[in-house]
């Protein structure tokens, strides 16, 4: 059955480019490896990557919506995207959500093109677990992580020594294939990385014992990192030039830490604002009082007036977490919640009964039922 490329990004024929951008972002974003580890979530995101690279070039979505899937045959040729077609670059969907080359790098070979270079080093996405202070102060974490890097015995070269290697002879050192065929469209010219010697242009003949030819090996690394003052759960942090290690000297990935911050006992926060509850006895209620609350700067005075309810919430302005761009701060909210008293001496008793005689509630909810005629006798 044929593809239907629209289905699959979820959007209807007559989508705009925009359209078809956005659907594709939160599509790779869903379905990412990195971050989807449900089975056959990788699948669908080469689906949907495939769909964008056809439906997001304007020449190619037109060739689709008049031939399908076999436009796909003609993209060399000419009037079908032009000479040596070439499926996009799509790095800068990545980086829009937080991600670099090195996560589009891994799926890109399946799209045409070629590699015309050794590939940046692939990115390492790590779940750094803050505790509310950590992110609400900034702190420094140092964590452990698997790092790809360069061969310290044959410096990345993959080879036991200098004349370990070869030029390959399927692409003459380039690293780049070329295949060009003549069909009743005109001659159709095709390229892509070298199968031969993957893009390298050499071809390893005695291999370093170390990497076994690679020119990478596997190494535990412990880095620091520093946590900024208001972080919060979903953001994240980007360490440049510190993932893995790129092919024959190109530039190292990144590492991105995703934050996630462990919930409080006494403090919930919403963005740079934070709440929290506190107990009122009846007697701080009904005659007002000045009680200590927590803050996240330590104890301050909350003053309580006369006949305050329960559930009244208090603002405290400038109480709350810092910004992360700019020197301000949120504020902090206090809900008082009144206790009512579960055990009583016989003088409180006595106090209490004779505050209610004064107080009259009992007379307002009798007259309650005065307002309904007829209905109770």
Do not use: W
Request: charged content about 30%; proline content about 2%; aromatic content about 8%.
């Amino acid at each position: 059955m044929a593809k239907d490329y629209y289905a699959t990004l979820g959007v209807s024929r007559g989508a705009t480019q925009e359209d078809i951008k956005k659907a594709y972002k939160d599509l790779a974003k869903k379905y990412h490896p990195d971050l989807n580890k449900d089975k056959g979530a990788e699948d669908k995101f080469k689906e949907v990557q495939h769909a964008y690279s056809i439906l997001g070039d304007e020449q190619k979505r037109r060739n689709y919506d008049q031939f399908g899937e076999q436009s796909e045959r003609f993209q060399g040729a000419s009037g079908f995207g032009g000479e040596g077609a070439d499926f996009g670059d799509f790095s800068d969907i990545f980086e829009s959500f937080g991600f670099g080359r090195g996560f589009s790098d891994i799926f890109g070979n399946q799209f045409g093109g070629g590699r015309r270079g050794p590939s940046r080093g692939e990115d390492i996405a790590v779940r750094l677990n803050l505790e509310f202070e950590e992110a609400a102060f900034g702190a420094k974490k140092e964590i452990e992580i698997d790092v790809i890097v360069e061969c310290e015995v044959c410096k990345g070269s993959g080879a036991k020594s200098s004349s370990g290697k070869k030029t390959c002879e399927q692409c003459g050192g380039s690293g780049v294939e070329r295949q060009t065929r003549r069909t009743f469209l005109g001659v159709i010219q095709t390229q892509g990385t070298c199968r031969k010697c993957r893009g390298a242009g050499e071809i390893i003949t005695d291999p370093c014992k170390e990497c076994g030819g690679s020119g990478k090996v596997h190494r535990k690394k412990k880095i620091t990192i520093t946590i900024p003052e208001g972080i919060d759960t979903g953001q994240h942090l980007r360490l440049a030039g510190q993932g893995h290690s790129g092919e024959h000297g190109a530039a190292r990935g990144d590492i991105i830490a995703v934050i996630f911050v462990e919930p409080h006992t006494i403090f919930r926060r919403d963005e740079e604002d934070i709440y929290m509850e506190a107990p009122l006895s009846f007697g701080e209620a009904a005659l007002g009082a000045t009680i200590e609350v927590p803050t996240l700067k330590g104890k301050a005075k909350l003053k309580i007036p006369a006949g305050t309810q329960s559930g009244t919430i208090f603002r405290m302005a400038d109480k709350g977490i810092k910004f992360l761009e700019r020197n301000e701060y949120g504020d902090q909210y206090v809900k008082v919640i009144v206790k009512t008293p579960e055990k009583l001496s016989k003088r409180e008793k006595e106090l209490l009964e004779k505050l209610a005689k004064e107080e009259g509630i009992a007379k307002e909810r009798k007259d309650f039922f005065g307002k309904f005629k007829g209905l109770f006798g």
